[in-house]
């Protein structure tokens, strides 16, 4: 008789033996750890005059810029994202449908092409601008290059977030709620702001976080602007000061900015689940009268208008003119090193993943959950936090190793793992594990024991209960996963900016140079690449959500 | 087709055991059920039998196969037992046929696709071939679940609450459409279930359980009639406790008259020809057994009352202030506080000891 101890291989079970498991789980989780453990004891090697500088001089003017930065941005997401999902998915109007998925269209675009865009379209001596001062004799309306232009760039860059997650909650609870809330006799506009708006509260709160990480992460916008925030300041450190320490003690406190965002988040994704009251109720829409219908049609075609028809039609021009010159042999090779870092973080971060999710289902209680929840918290770290973060352990782990080799075999080089890739694709792994986790383990969470069971008691073994059952029912999980990770990477900038080895220029890189030298139209060519492919997601998005639909 | 044969199985979480000393034998070609309220361990003892989890003591064989030790332990995968979960956990990515299909892998792909058309025939879903399981109806799935279940021709096949996710209407007739299938088919099966409608229906033997333990394992009809304690008396059927005496080892005596039955001697360890007290006894009434009589000197109150269509159950108030049921043909219709004249019908007689 064959007999086996219960609990072998990646099948779901209660096993306590199987360490290994949560031995990985914790490896990964730690590796998210080391950048905060190094940005944080950057303190501890103070250079008094460094210090002094940032304090005085730097630290105010970030602080203050950021605050408001965040404030603008988070009300404009707010009342962008909130009124549109609003109309989406409870009233009714001509070209509802269409818009509904047309306003995701401005996650294509990165912000700091929609930056640049519309630096050069709404500058003094810009076309806008000229029109008005020749037509109208108007001077001095607005300067884009502002606090105002940044808030307004980043709202229209960021509001698909809210958007998105707002439009679900109602989708699901909004018509019911006011429904009810009409029997109890309030008017629907009451009924709105007293029933609907506060039980999509925590989904509303969960976008607006995304958007304040994102916010606080985001460098190429900035830069574009010339608006300092910490991220900027950190890039200078690096590249201007030199002084790692100074830019590790930057990013520690950018870190703890980022921290209060996850921790709201967090807390936000608690109560969803308790939101979540009655089934998915598809209740009739409230259709607008005449007036309000085109006032309705008019708001998102403007927004979509302003967030992504006029950025990429300025692209496709812009890159139409320079296409003869730029489109060289050097360009494909910007395209070729994007393509091909992005497809090795992508199978970094879907292997990574992967394992992951498994080590979950193996050990269903005790650490391995808090480990998987430390491992997924990159995805709120900015990349300039991770570029130092990984850069300065894997420079002192090369200073040791270079001894090493020198004193052993003669070893002459000035570098071993700095010149690689090493720091590079570790930052991508920590920021990005988490776009590739989520499909990854939702998908597993739908394979369930009993299919396991189901599986084993037909006599299969692990390998094929793996290879029959598992990747079949895995592979669209895994396949959006994948498309997300690579977008994600492709449209990566500080990451990139900071830790690539000489001679690895992206299309990333191409646009921060050709901006930061305020050759717009040279910039546009790399954008529209970046825009074309990172339409895939959006795509993915409402194909699956129609999908889950019916 | 194999004998199930379970040896004073038990198996704990930490300190808190979920079955306690379960044995039991179900012969080749029957179907036995585990029936009791959620969380009496009937789940946990199908998946110690099929290979899920392993027992900490006892043993579980499988004709003359020793399957499960403590310590020893067969592998799920090669225990040769369908399992029928209550989710059906059917392949999404794969048609009906190669759901069916799944468990046969040793043969050729003729003796395959003949097994398949069999069992498809045999289920009533020839014509959904080639369909996927979402397009599919619960019920539909279900016998789906069942087929992919008998195609390896396993030595026994679990049912876990097999129709818990069907309405009351379908499930009536499906419990019936599968005892069918599985004695067509000369299967040997095991369901558990906390439907005691679904357990009658479907099961030659029936093994109420509770708190982990099995209470009684028992032909249907004799769980009714002559359950062995008071958990399965309350379990099974509805009925009402009356205080009784016990005259002599035959008769005991109610406010309602004298029954007469065997009575047992577990108030009594001489047993009750022996004894003299005249003790205090409960004694189940069953609703059948008091009847509606117009002529009957007996009065009762109607308490409450059910309509069901064919008959009226009511809850009768006795002089003693006692409840009892009564099952009534539906056209005498009495109103609540009516009191109407009964009797008692009773052909054999339970009784336990007072509860102190």
């Given at each position: 008789m064959a007999v086996t101890t219960p609990g072998t291989g990646l099948i779901a079970g209660a096993g306590w033996r199987a360490h290994p498991w949560v031995v990985y789980a914790a490896c990964v989780a730690a590796l998210v750890l080391v950048p905060v453990g190094v940005n944080m004891l950057s303190f501890l090697r103070v250079d008094g005059d460094m210090l002094g500088h940032l304090t005085h001089f730097v630290l105010p003017e970030l602080l203050v810029n950021t605050f408001w930065l965040l404030l603008g941005v988070g009300l404009g997401v707010s009342v962008l994202g909130v009124s549109l999902a609003w109309l989406m998915a409870i009233c009714e109007f001509p070209g509802r449908r269409w818009f509904e998925w047309a306003l995701l269209l401005p996650l294509a675009l990165p912000a700091y092409v929609t930056a640049f865009v519309a630096i050069d379209l709404l500058d003094f001596s810009c076309p806008v601008q000229s029109w008005l001062r020749q037509a109208w004799g108007v001077t001095g309306l607005f300067e884009i290059r502002s606090r105002g232009g940044v808030v307004l760039v980043m709202s229209l860059a960021l509001y698909p977030y809210v958007y998105l997650i707002a439009k679900s909650a109602f989708a699901t609870q909004g018509a019911m709620a006011l429904e009810a809330a009409q029997s109890l006799g309030l008017t629907r506009t009451r009924g709105f702001f007293r029933v609907a708006l506060p039980m999509a509260r925590p989904w509303i709160a969960a976008g607006l976080m995304l958007v304040m990480m994102e916010t606080l992460a985001d460098f190429g916008t900035m830069a574009v602007f010339g608006y300092d925030t910490f991220t900027t300041a950190i890039y200078k450190a690096w590249y201007s000061l030199f002084s790692l320490p100074a830019a590790a003690q930057l990013a520690s406190v950018l870190l703890l900015f980022v921290l209060v965002a996850v921790v709201i988040e967090q807390r936000s994704r608690a109560h969803m689940r308790y939101g979540?009251?009655?089934?998915?109720a598809v209740s009739r829409r409230i259709p607008l009268s005449q007036g309000l219908a085109w006032l309705a049609c008019a708001y998102a075609a403007v927004v979509l208008v302003v967030a992504f028809v006029i950025p990429v039609t300025q692209l496709a021009f812009w890159s139409w003119q320079v296409m003869d010159q730029d489109l060289d042999a050097r360009y494909w090779g910007f395209a070729w090193h994007s393509v091909a870092l992005a497809v090795m973080a992508t199978v970094l971060v879907g292997v990574t993943a992967l394992l992951l999710a498994y080590a979950g289902r193996r050990h269903r209680d005790g650490a391995v959950p808090w480990l998987q929840r430390i491992a997924t918290l990159g995805y709120a770290f900015p990349g300039a936090i991770l570029a130092v973060g990984f850069f300065i352990p894997v420079a002192y782990l090369d200073n040791w190793l270079i001894d090493m080799a020198r004193a052993w075999f003669g070893f002459q080089g000035t570098e071993i793992l700095k010149g690689t890739l090493a720091v590079m694709l570790l930052a991508y792994l920590v920021r990005f594990l988490a776009v590739g986790f989520g499909p990854i383990d939702s998908g597993l969470q739908r394979i369930t024991r009993n299919t396991d069971d189901a599986a084993r008691s037909l006599g299969s073994s692990t390998w094929h209960l793996l290879s029959r059952v598992h990747w079949p029912m895995l592979s669209v999980s895994l396949q959006t996963a994948a498309v997300l990770t690579f977008v994600d990477v492709m449209k990566e900038m500080p990451i990139t900016l900071m830790t690539?080895?000489?001679?690895?220029?992206t299309l990333a890189v191409r646009v921060f140079e050709m901006t930061s030298e305020g050759e717009w139209e040279r910039a546009a060519l790399p954008s529209l690449a970046m825009v074309v492919v990172g339409i895939l997601p959006v795509l993915l998005l409402t194909w699956r959500t129609s999908a889950t639909r019916h | 087709m194999a004998e199930l044969t379970l040896h004073a199985v038990s198996q704990s979480y930490g300190a808190r055991p979920i079955i306690a000393d379960l044995s039991f034998t179900l012969g080749s070609g029957e179907i036995g059920c585990l029936l009791?309220?959620?969380?009496?361990?009937k789940t946990t003892a199908l998946r110690c039998i099929s290979g899920f989890e392993a027992i900490q003591s006892g043993e579980i064989r499988i004709g003359d196969e020793l399957v499960s030790r403590p310590g020893v332990m067969q592998a799920a995968e090669q225990r040769r037992i369908g399992v029928v979960f209550q989710d059906y956990a059917l392949f999404p990515h794969l048609t009906v046929s190669k759901n069916v299909a799944f468990g046969l892998r040793n043969l050729s792909s003729e003796a395959k696709q003949a097994r398949v058309t069999e069992l498809l025939a045999l289920v009533g879903l020839a014509s959904h071939a080639d369909q996927f399981p979402h397009q599919l109806s619960g019920g539909q799935q279900q016998r789906v679940a069942l087929a992919r279940a008998l195609a390896p021709r396993p030595r026994l096949i679990l049912m876990d609450e097999p129709f818990s996710n069907l309405d009351v209407e379908l499930r009536e007739r499906l419990s019936m459409e599968v005892r069918d299938i599985l004695k067509r088919e000369a299967t040997t099966a095991l369901l558990v279930t906390h439907d005691q409608n679904e357990a009658f229906s479907m099961a030659d033997w029936v093994g109420v359980m509770h708190q982990g333990r099995i209470q009684q394992w028992d032909t249907p009809y004799n769980l009714y009639h002559k359950p062995a304690n008071r958990f399965v008396a309350d379990f099974v059927g509805q009925g009402a406790f009356v205080r009784g005496q016990v005259r002599n080892a035959r008769q005991v005596e109610t406010e309602l008259g004298m029954l007469e039955g065997l009575i047992p001697s577990d108030c009594n360890p001489l047993g009750c020809a022996q004894c003299t007290r005249g003790c205090e006894v409960d004694v189940l009434l069953r609703p059948d057994d008091i009847v509606h009589d117009d002529d009957s000197t007996l009065l009762a109150e109607v308490e409450n009352r059910a309509f069901r269509g064919a008959e009226f159950l009511y809850t009768l108030k006795l002089p003693s202030g006692q409840r009892a049921l009564s099952l009534v043909p539906s056209h005498h219709n009495h109103a609540v506080g009516e009191h109407i004249g009964i009797r008692l019908a009773a052909d054999h007689v339970v009784v336990f000891r007072q509860l102190v």
């Amino acid at each position: 008789m064959a007999v086996t101890t219960p609990g072998t291989g990646l099948i779901a079970g209660a096993g306590w033996r199987a360490h290994p498991w949560v031995v990985y789980a914790a490896c990964v989780a730690a590796l998210v750890l080391v950048p905060v453990g190094v940005n944080m004891l950057s303190f501890l090697r103070v250079d008094g005059d460094m210090l002094g500088h940032l304090t005085h001089f730097v630290l105010p003017e970030l602080l203050v810029n950021t605050f408001w930065l965040l404030l603008g941005v988070g009300l404009g997401v707010s009342v962008l994202g909130v009124s549109l999902a609003w109309l989406m998915a409870i009233c009714e109007f001509p070209g509802r449908r269409w818009f509904e998925w047309a306003l995701l269209l401005p996650l294509a675009l990165p912000a700091y092409v929609t930056a640049f865009v519309a630096i050069d379209l709404l500058d003094f001596s810009c076309p806008v601008q000229s029109w008005l001062r020749q037509a109208w004799g108007v001077t001095g309306l607005f300067e884009i290059r502002s606090r105002g232009g940044v808030v307004l760039v980043m709202s229209l860059a960021l509001y698909p977030y809210v958007y998105l997650i707002a439009k679900s909650a109602f989708a699901t609870q909004g018509a019911m709620a006011l429904e009810a809330a009409q029997s109890l006799g309030l008017t629907r506009t009451r009924g709105f702001f007293r029933v609907a708006l506060p039980m999509a509260r925590p989904w509303i709160a969960a976008g607006l976080m995304l958007v304040m990480m994102e916010t606080l992460a985001d460098f190429g916008t900035m830069a574009v602007f010339g608006y300092d925030t910490f991220t900027t300041a950190i890039y200078k450190a690096w590249y201007s000061l030199f002084s790692l320490p100074a830019a590790a003690q930057l990013a520690s406190v950018l870190l703890l900015f980022v921290l209060v965002a996850v921790v709201i988040e967090q807390r936000s994704r608690a109560h969803m689940r308790y939101g979540a009251v009655g089934r998915h109720a598809v209740s009739r829409r409230i259709p607008l009268s005449q007036g309000l219908a085109w006032l309705a049609c008019a708001y998102a075609a403007v927004v979509l208008v302003v967030a992504f028809v006029i950025p990429v039609t300025q692209l496709a021009f812009w890159s139409w003119q320079v296409m003869d010159q730029d489109l060289d042999a050097r360009y494909w090779g910007f395209a070729w090193h994007s393509v091909a870092l992005a497809v090795m973080a992508t199978v970094l971060v879907g292997v990574t993943a992967l394992l992951l999710a498994y080590a979950g289902r193996r050990h269903r209680d005790g650490a391995v959950p808090w480990l998987q929840r430390i491992a997924t918290l990159g995805y709120a770290f900015p990349g300039a936090i991770l570029a130092v973060g990984f850069f300065i352990p894997v420079a002192y782990l090369d200073n040791w190793l270079i001894d090493m080799a020198r004193a052993w075999f003669g070893f002459q080089g000035t570098e071993i793992l700095k010149g690689t890739l090493a720091v590079m694709l570790l930052a991508y792994l920590v920021r990005f594990l988490a776009v590739g986790f989520g499909p990854i383990d939702s998908g597993l969470q739908r394979i369930t024991r009993n299919t396991d069971d189901a599986a084993r008691s037909l006599g299969s073994s692990t390998w094929h209960l793996l290879s029959r059952v598992h990747w079949p029912m895995l592979s669209v999980s895994l396949q959006t996963a994948a498309v997300l990770t690579f977008v994600d990477v492709m449209k990566e900038m500080p990451i990139t900016l900071m830790t690539r080895p000489f001679g690895w220029d992206t299309l990333a890189v191409r646009v921060f140079e050709m901006t930061s030298e305020g050759e717009w139209e040279r910039a546009a060519l790399p954008s529209l690449a970046m825009v074309v492919v990172g339409i895939l997601p959006v795509l993915l998005l409402t194909w699956r959500t129609s999908a889950t639909r019916h | 087709m194999a004998e199930l044969t379970l040896h004073a199985v038990s198996q704990s979480y930490g300190a808190r055991p979920i079955i306690a000393d379960l044995s039991f034998t179900l012969g080749s070609g029957e179907i036995g059920c585990l029936l009791g309220p959620s969380g009496c361990g009937k789940t946990t003892a199908l998946r110690c039998i099929s290979g899920f989890e392993a027992i900490q003591s006892g043993e579980i064989r499988i004709g003359d196969e020793l399957v499960s030790r403590p310590g020893v332990m067969q592998a799920a995968e090669q225990r040769r037992i369908g399992v029928v979960f209550q989710d059906y956990a059917l392949f999404p990515h794969l048609t009906v046929s190669k759901n069916v299909a799944f468990g046969l892998r040793n043969l050729s792909s003729e003796a395959k696709q003949a097994r398949v058309t069999e069992l498809l025939a045999l289920v009533g879903l020839a014509s959904h071939a080639d369909q996927f399981p979402h397009q599919l109806s619960g019920g539909q799935q279900q016998r789906v679940a069942l087929a992919r279940a008998l195609a390896p021709r396993p030595r026994l096949i679990l049912m876990d609450e097999p129709f818990s996710n069907l309405d009351v209407e379908l499930r009536e007739r499906l419990s019936m459409e599968v005892r069918d299938i599985l004695k067509r088919e000369a299967t040997t099966a095991l369901l558990v279930t906390h439907d005691q409608n679904e357990a009658f229906s479907m099961a030659d033997w029936v093994g109420v359980m509770h708190q982990g333990r099995i209470q009684q394992w028992d032909t249907p009809y004799n769980l009714y009639h002559k359950p062995a304690n008071r958990f399965v008396a309350d379990f099974v059927g509805q009925g009402a406790f009356v205080r009784g005496q016990v005259r002599n080892a035959r008769q005991v005596e109610t406010e309602l008259g004298m029954l007469e039955g065997l009575i047992p001697s577990d108030c009594n360890p001489l047993g009750c020809a022996q004894c003299t007290r005249g003790c205090e006894v409960d004694v189940l009434l069953r609703p059948d057994d008091i009847v509606h009589d117009d002529d009957s000197t007996l009065l009762a109150e109607v308490e409450n009352r059910a309509f069901r269509g064919a008959e009226f159950l009511y809850t009768l108030k006795l002089p003693s202030g006692q409840r009892a049921l009564s099952l009534v043909p539906s056209h005498h219709n009495h109103a609540v506080g009516e009191h109407i004249g009964i009797r008692l019908a009773a052909d054999h007689v339970v009784v336990f000891r007072q509860l102190v």
